[in-house]
């Protein structure tokens, strides 16, 4: 096989592999009777496998095609098992006495890992990291043979359970996968993979500041060992602001921990995208001399606080946390995604001008949270619970005895892997759960309970579609509604939100709360003239007009603007994404709510909030593609932050609008009715934008007067 290293990383006496090339694979479908495949031995055969790189998925194509099928295919893609092998040298002028793990930054949704025919773990999960202790099971200048079966097959007490989630679950090792070999004594490794450090500024003003940093640390060798835990911290131009140093004795075979507290001067915040702020943190190991281990840690300072009836403050200033859902997946590979596809996604996001992300509704590679921290964006992160905790029938409602635990489990690595980082806000313990009993209730208890043992600066919260009953009484911090007013039918129409979430504030409802979901379907290839939401539109179907979907926006979002208490506003979706169970719109195997494609082409609806949320001169002519239409025009619509706008037919003006003459809170739609353009031929519509600076925009389009409308 082939034996290729993508990368190697020495620093602080760890070595870091990326091992990513050179895998083989193969699909062990029942079907085919190869779910039993004893493929672990190192004598196994594996010629005749797909050569594959990692990050990789087996669902890149099936899980967004909308197709049907029954058996490991029943949900319209293939969920079971996957078999990946791969060779490693292990050279022993590197090797040798260090302590070696394995890293997998991401496998859906059980794997197992066996090397040179024996187990090295099990993990059940599919969104977070982990990684094996390998030291025992590896030989030194010899060929060492990896073997993995990983199994996104549905489950009853892995969450999401069964089939809950409105999103395809893709299976396979589908994010990075790292060997790292460290000294005997070195950070921890095995703390649910986390870093083994944890950085929690406090006492903060615009002074002083104080830093505490955890370092949890390891020894593995069979002798006490005296060293002295250092950290050094930095502000963003590398300046020292504070240094700590501490001796200490480790037992042997002993894992502990070590506190030290660091003053920071005049700390400069995390300001969200006004100034997102970092400090770095370096921290060693180093014994008579010599660094054993070390790791490198940014961290942002800032306070936060939700007010029921004011909304959100970051640093005690008020804070409009306007943003997006967000699902891993990409177009071009599912969700074996890279960094340069997550840098283009998170860079639209913010461009468009959103200050917060909901990452749903799972944990996420540790890179977004990354970008978040540097492009100033919070973060709403949670872990899978999603409908149901119960897979049973509405009759029993008895949870599967695993289900609990893997839930914790679930919660506490989403918090130790991403507890550095500033830009997380609040820990989601549910999305849109349906099911209520007392067991539920108190595993979700549980939960709140774990999130606050594990972290006592953050809040907790939780996506709710039911808002009745225990549903009410479940004990976050703050809550998030999910309801797509204007849109399915049980809902109502997008005039209504407003004063349906005051019904609730302050009444039903005494915790903050926030709107985690809003918004509507869009075909890019559909429009039409004149829609009537009970008529023409099928939230489940195939119309799905792209200018109903703004116009609804618009609507929205004037009523949740006005609206202070609302401690977030969260649009479900920015991209469209694999969910194969779906078949609507123009497109099948997506959800088609998003304010982007899934080819990352913008939809109408995304320069509508780049105009309210952005102060980038922007203008955007919708409906360009609506390109055959009748000779009255009932209204021809441009988005933007102007002062004036005027539009032109064939070159003659059809007058100019003044933004202070819009009558809308946020004064960016620019609306002509009743236009009239030639019959049987293209009109070039122009629209021309003047900014205060001087500055003029344009943007146009070629629409065919076809016939005339009565």
């Not at 995208?273 to 961290?299: R, S, V």
Request: aromatic content about 12%; hydrophobic content about 35%; overall charge negative.
């Amino acid at each position: 096989m082939n034996n290729l290293i993508s990368n190697t990383v020495e620093t602080y006496g760890r070595t870091t592999v990326t091992l990513n090339c050179g895998w083989r694979f193969l699909k062990l479908a029942q079907k085919d009777g190869l779910s039993e495949l004893a493929f672990e031995s190192a004598d196994f055969d594996d010629s005749a496998w797909e050569e594959i790189s990692l990050p990789h998925t087996w669902n890149s194509i099936d899980g967004a095609d909308g197709k049907s099928g029954d058996g490991e295919e029943k949900e319209g893609y293939y969920r079971g098992l996957g078999g990946y092998r791969k060779s490693f040298y292990f050279p022993e002028s590197k090797y040798k006495e260090k302590s070696v793990f394995i890293e997998f930054k991401g496998a859906n949704t059980v794997t197992e890992l066996y090397i040179n025919g024996s187990l090295a773990g099990r993990h059940e999960g599919g969104y977070s990291a982990f990684r094996f202790d390998i030291t025992s099971l590896i030989k030194l200048d010899s060929e060492n043979i990896f073997a993995a079966r990983v199994s996104n097959a549905p489950t009853d007490y892995i969450a999401p359970i069964t089939e809950q989630g409105d999103f395809t679950k893709m299976g396979g090792i589908y994010r990075d996968v790292n060997i790292i070999a460290a000294e005997p004594v070195h950070i921890d490794l095995t703390d649910f993979g986390s870093s083994g450090i944890y950085v929690t500024p406090k006492n903060i003003s615009e002074v002083h500041s104080d830093t505490d940093v955890i370092v949890k640390t390891a020894n593995d060798s069979s002798k006490s060992r005296t060293v002295n835990v250092s950290v050094k911290i930095s502000d963003a131009d590398g300046k020292i602001c504070a240094f700590e140093s501490r001796q200490t004795t480790l037992l042997p075979q002993e894992k502990s921990q070590i506190k030290l507290t660091l003053p920071i001067n005049e700390p400069i915040l995390w300001n969200g995208t006004e100034n997102p702020y970092l400090y770095t943190a370096e921290i060693t190991i180093e014994e008579d001399g010599k660094i054993l281990d070390g790791c490198i840690q940014k961290f942002g300072i800032r306070t936060y606080h939700i007010d029921p009836e004011n909304g959100f403050f970051l640093n005690g200033k008020y804070l409009d946390l306007h943003g997006v859902n967000y699902h891993q997946d990409s177009f071009e590979n599912g969700w074996a995604m890279t960094n340069w596809q997550r840098e283009r996604d998170y860079k639209m996001i913010r461009k468009m001008g959103c200050t917060s992300v909901r990452m749903a509704h799972y944990q996420h590679d540790q890179y977004e949270y990354e970008l978040c921290d540097r492009l100033g964006l919070t973060v709403w992160t949670e872990i899978g619970i999603v409908n149901k905790m119960s897979a049973e029938g509405n009759n029993d409602l008895t949870l599967s005895d695993k289900f609990a635990d893997n839930a914790k489990q679930q919660l506490t690595e989403l918090i130790r892997q991403n507890y550095n980082h500033p830009s997380v806000i609040v820990w989601g313990i549910s999305n849109e759960l349906h099911q209520m009993t007392e067991e539920i209730l108190g595993i979700h208890t549980e939960l709140c309970r774990l999130a606050k043992t594990e972290d006592q600066t953050r809040l907790t919260t939780f996506a709710d579609n039911q808002f009745w009953g225990k549903f009410l009484e479940l004990p976050t911090d703050a809550v998030g509604y999910n309801r797509y007013f204007g849109w399915y039918k049980d809902a109502g129409p997008a005039e209504k939100f407003g004063e349906w979430l005051d019904s609730y504030h302050g009444t039903r409802d005494n915790r903050p709360i926030c709107v985690s979901e809003y918004g509507g379907g869009a075909a890019l290839s559909q429009f039409k003239d004149n829609i009537d939401w009970q008529t023409d539109i099928d939230p489940w179907g195939k119309r799905h007009y792209q200018n109903y979907q703004s116009a609804m926006h618009e609507k929205i979002w004037a009523q949740l603007a006005e609206r202070p208490y609302l401690w977030g506003k969260y649009i479900w979706c920015m991209f469209d994404f694999a969910s194969d169970g779906r078949n609507e719109g123009d497109t099948n195997g997506q959800n088609d709510k998003g304010l982007v494609t899934r080819k990352r082409i913008p939809k109408d609806s995304f320069y509508f909030y780049k105009s309210v949320w952005n102060d980038e001169p922007m203008l955007h002519l919708t409906e360009k593609n609506f390109s055959l239409r009748g000779s009255i025009v009932p209204q021809i619509k441009a988005y933007s932050n102007a002062d004036s706008a005027e539009l032109f037919i064939n070159g003659v003006s059809q007058g100019t609008i003044n933004r202070t003459d819009l009558d809308s809170a946020f004064a960016t739609v620019f609306i002509w009715k009743n236009t009239m353009i030639a019959e049987n031929k293209e009109n070039e519509i122009l629209v021309k934008a003047h900014f205060s600076d001087g500055a003029i925009l344009e943007d146009k389009a070629v629409w065919t007067g076809a016939y005339t409308k009565s």
